[in-house]
């Protein structure tokens, strides 16, 4: 680069963003920040944009991509035929695709599955993206706008990517007064008030951030549903909001109460038995379908917390989600039925999904599927993957991640989700033998399921930054693009949303990329290292509440029911000597997770009690290495601290400053939680902290007199 | 020791005491504890006490040494005629003392002094503890209980031992109502109320605890003086006080309210040139001595503060202290005039005092003698020594220093304040050429005074541990060696009171007072290192507030007067460009002080307005100087708390326990601190902390918020 254009780089890169947009994080990663003009050099053949089918999706496509060069170059491209520089989008229908891919190529194309193709014809060069789908198409141009700023491949490009789910869906847990259940964002995006007849402007931008990372599907409302949602009412604003997602290809979903038919209905009861309530059922859907004709589905959370559903009237969860399931097969829709279910017997409660829905195996209708959280708890800093997971051999099965933070800090904490989310759909299950991981379990690679899909509840509110901590957007970004491909690294995750988000400077990508990827371990460390889980304050479950103990509440919402700390350990015994949790494993896992010996030592305390002195793979005792972990949470999080003080020059900074002031909120919230839990467990274990570790600045009694005034949401 | 020996040791050690006392901190120094078998075989020639005067003091002396021994061996010490395995105690007239020391060797010994041998006559073995006066036995009795403890030169001792101040005097903030200006363990030990019927058992333990240490006079009232203490009601009460002391060697003072002839005599004013006046005071000072004829003298505090004095009435300071000095002569009492005044004109307060003294040097009557507390503004954690100590030809000169820690973390924080002291005491002034220390200055090595004494605000109170935070005691403890002997290193102060106090284990004694001895340097480099002073929040000087801006407020009594933050740089220039007080130092320290490049660096910011990018002599910015200083701190205080934990083993869980939770106040207090004074001169340095050190975890907004409800006393 010469130093002329080197100075005006410097110049367009820092001033001109700032003069032009608040950098309130509102933009997300779509930002299109000015590229070095030695980079965009490369792209000097792209001039225009070639586009001959009449579509709302395509539309939208080559206005992406003509805003995004504008940010990349200063200059929009213009619409034109088929020439030299053009980037040709389209379908396979189209004439101009179709002039340039060969005709078996085309028929190929299936779904949402696109190519980006360098195609240099009769002298001209050109660059042709394309799907069987408009939304392919999309997806197609939002991928190789990412590749611009990744700076890769461009010149040679061919490119097929499809998506390894069919369906890629938020669960939002928004209420319809607009809190948010579990929501650290502010209050939901939905104005139900407002609607149908007024649309913010976030609702199109929404479905944007959701389409550049191939997410096609949202639950708009909470699963502890109101029922009033299927009113009339309502239903035209869901419409409203359908209608507004619809070209970025996203479908609509509602979580639904069980019991509507009795609640909204007028009937005497819900029992899925009831022919009245079935037919009850059927009218609603055809009403919902002749508002939204290409409406997803239900989402379902029945006889689960309280909630009404199939059990009630001594049916299963089978008979409840075929009666929906049949309503919705004639439009093609899908039920989606949560196996988060546990009742206050004796059972260990992380059993008792397996035991619920195995014995059902076989009796759901084709078009529903079974949404299993990703740990059999639910979901924990740490646990092990669910082990209904294989366990159906005649359902389809799909993940239910948290995206939103509520056993990581809310949105205090910086907590990159990208490794949470690997490690379930890496684990093997065995199912099939080695290899049978959750992924190719639930993305029919194993089982060639009709129904492939894959969930997890939104961290999206009205916050101008739409997550609360700048970097909880990477955690919407990751679940998307790993939707697409769970396949990617979390590395490769992290440097495409961070070169987007904030900087192409390596001074910059380096060091926060390995702060994300260590940022899990982190809070792992200073909440529950070793396989303790559950140990947060009642209700909110923000901070440590480890010695928490309400009158009258049920025993496993209680910490205590799960770490069982006492004069000889720490840990919840489910071996066979215990709750046996471990036999709903496949061999080997089982054994495994049996011996502890062998029992991975980060599951250690999820899968037994173990005694203090137990000597651990490092010779240290378990007490010794329970307090280096807490230790080694809060010196990172310091860590943290620093690298993101370095950092400064590179970025805004108002988004400096406030990851800066959440990251203070965490070093502290760490020592909270170190001290908590070592002086809370040390009044069993009756050992002292290794004396070469921080010492607690907190009293335990002070500590245990903090009653933060949080609600479950806002 | 055989095994035997050591397990009957280690049970009395840990289990006896355990079982006789409360482990309160109420027995100070003075605990007594089971000493090595081992150790007292040394002692065995020790068996009686002779004496035989008729003496209340020395009474008390035998009875120390008898408890003294029950408490070390198991045996107390019978009383006896002059036999062998006696200790000899008397004056220089008793009849046992000149049977066995020399006539001439008896007639030297004057005042206080004591004398203590390891005397054989006619085959016995004896051990003279002999002075001039009783109270000169006793505390060469607690002197000897002292070298038993540290295990040093029994049988062949041969000690003499002077105390360097005549006077050495405790000043109690105490108001009449029984709070404590400035006090941090509860209210005034002083219980006027149930005076002078009740006399609770504290007195007599307040004067034992002071005789052990050599203190012998009391200030019993604030300077901030009720003109009621002067009326009957109180002067019986005092006299009360007095008469418990007296056998200590206690001498009772009171602070004055210079305008008492008016407030309680009746008089139209207090101008000390009213012959009305001065009779009133003369009458006054008669009665006090008819009640109490071994009476002190008065400390006044009077033209300071919006107290009341000579200069009310156009008269100096002399004349104001002439008046009570010829009331006081009769009776050979003393008059301690403060220097401690200062007025809101426009010039430095630190040299306010050495201003209006100077001028008045050969005015003041014989018995008159200056108290200059050690710095020229106010007990911060750092000074220099005040500009007047040498500047005085003609007046007696005191120190007053404060063990009280108002401006040190009150009772909350761990300061071993012996260095301290003793910077100011061998702080060399110049005055009669090199090596005129204010030690040498005060205690009559330079200046032949008639008067020589020191004092120091108490830090005591009616809690149970007697100073708030058991390391609190031994800056009483180190305030009473010091005034006795100010050569004695602050290290080998420490090391007695930690083996007198908790421990002889080193592996308890050696940490401990490595902790100690850099502890007063540690509050500094969290507090105000480089020099800078007077940061504390407004009024109750706890933490900090160098951003304090109070309306209305004296402009001297704002951290900004005196920390002088801008853009350039951070200090007070007190040079020949500023406001000169550097010129109020004799040769060469005035020049020394004058130029930044020889300024000691510890007071650079004291003395000079220092640009945030001068370069310091590691070669760092003053900046970053300044942020490693404070970050020094709080790493230091972390190891403070890390060793401490370790040295849990060694002593009895109460106090290890209140020790360790103060310690955790102070960690937390430490960055508070750090982050408030760094984030706040950072608005004006503009540069970043030094990458290396921990970050803030609080915003400065948050932190200017904090408000403290406390008052100047408790």
Redesign the interface.
């Given at each position: 680069m010469k130093q002329n254009n080197l100075a005006i780089f410097i110049f367009s890169l820092f001033l001109f963003p700032l003069s032009l947009f608040a950098e309130d994080g509102s933009r997300l990663w779509l930002r299109y920040e000015p590229l070095p003009s030695v980079q965009m050099e490369k792209y000097k053949y792209l001039i225009y944009i070639a586009k001959d089918e009449k579509s709302a999706t395509l539309d939208i496509a080559a206005n992406e991509l003509s805003v995004a060069w504008e940010g990349f170059s200063g200059k929009r491209l213009s619409l034109a035929s088929l020439q030299n520089g053009a980037v040709v989008i389209g379908t396979s229908k189209s004439k101009n695709i179709k002039a340039l891919l060969p005709k078996e190529e085309l028929e190929a194309l299936k779904g949402e599955s696109f190519l980006i193709r360098s195609v240099k014809k009769g002298g001209n060069n050109y660059t042709v993206i394309a799907s069987a789908k408009e939304v392919g198409t999309l997806y197609g141009v939002f991928h190789f706008i990412r590749l611009v700023q990744m700076d890769e491949g461009f010149g040679h490009l061919d490119i097929k990517e499809a998506p390894k789910y069919a369906i890629r869906i938020l669960n939002h847990w928004d209420n319809l007064d607009r809190t948010v259940e579990r929501g650290y964002a502010g209050h939901s995006l939905w104005k139900w008030e407002e609607l149908p007849n007024t649309l913010s402007p976030r609702y199109k931008e929404y479905a944007r951030a959701n389409a550049s990372i191939g997410i096609n599907a949202t639950v708009l409302n909470n699963v502890n549903a109101s029922p009033e949602i299927l009113t009339e009412n309502y239903l035209v604003k869901v419409k409203a909001l359908a209608d507004v997602f619809r070209p970025y290809g996203i479908k609509v979903y509602l979580a639904v109460n069980f019991s509507s038919p009795k609640e909204i209905g007028g009937l005497s009861d819900s029992d899925p038995l009831n022919p009245e309530v079935a037919k009850w059922w059927k009218n609603k859907v055809k009403e919902v379908y002749s508002l939204i004709p290409d409406f997803g589905g239900f989402l379902v959370k029945a006889n689960s917390e309280g909630l009404p559903g199939p059990q009630d009237y001594g049916r299963t969860h089978a008979d409840g989600a075929n009666i929906l399931a049949d309503a919705l097969n004639p439009y093609g829709g899908v039920v989606m039925w949560r196996a988060f279910v546990y009742s206050t017997g004796d059972e260990d409660r992380a059993k008792q999904a397996y035991l619920e829905f195995v014995p059902l195996d076989g009796q759901f209708r084709d078009n529903v599927i079974i949404q299993i959280k990703n740990g059999p708890v639910d979901f924990q800093p740490r646990e092990p993957f669910s082990p209904l997971f294989g366990a159906l051999n005649k359902t389809p099965e799909m993940v239910e991640f948290q995206i939103t933070q509520e056993y990581l800090g809310f949105s205090n904490h910086l907590v990159y989700l990208a490794p949470l989310f690997k490690e379930t759909l890496d684990s093997d299950t065995y199912s099939n033998g080695s290899g049978s991981t959750v992924a190719k379990i639930t993305d029919g690679t194993l089982r060639p399921d009709k129904l492939t899909a894959i969930s997890a509840v939104a961290n999206i509110g009205e916050d101008a930054n739409w997550c609360g901590h700048h970097f909880a957007q990477a955690n919407w970004y990751a679940f998307g693009r790993l939707a697409w491909n769970h396949q990617l690294s979390a590395e490769r995750i992290a440097d495409e949303w961070i070169r987007m988000t904030f900087s192409r400077n390596n001074e910059f990508v380096d060091p926060v990329k390995s702060m994300m990827l260590t940022s899990r371990e982190t809070v792992v460390d200073y909440m529950m290292p070793l396989g303790i889980h559950h140990v947060f304050a009642f209700g909110h479950h923000y901070g440590p509440e480890p010695w928490c103990d309400v009158p009258g509440a049920r025993p496993d919402w209680l910490p205590k029911y799960y770490h069982k700390a006492d004069s000889t350990g720490l840990g919840f015994n489910r071996t066979s000597t215990g709750s046996n949790a471990v036999s709903q494993y496949f061999s080997p896992l089982n054994g495994i997770y049996n011996d502890i010996s062998r029992c991975p030592e980060n599951l250690l305390l999820w899968f037994h009690h173990v005694p203090w002195d137990y000597k651990m793979k490092d010779g240290k005792t378990m007490w010794d290495n329970l307090c280096y972990k807490y230790d080694s949470g809060v010196r990172q999080i310091?860590e943290y601290?620093?690298i993101?003080?370095?950092i400064?020059p590179y970025i805004d900074a108002r988004r400096f400053g406030e990851v800066q002031?959440k990251?203070?909120i965490q070093?502290?919230d760490a020592v909270w939680w170190k001290d908590a839990c070592l002086l809370y467990f040390q009044t069993f274990s009756k050992r002292?902290?290794p004396?070469?570790i921080?010492?607690?600045?907190?009293?335990l009694e002070d500590l245990k007199k903090i009653k933060l005034d949080m609600n479950h949401h806002n």
């Open positions: 310091r601290q620093k993101w003080d370095r400064e002031s990251l203070k070093a502290h002292p902290v004396y070469d921080e010492r607690p600045v907190y009293e």
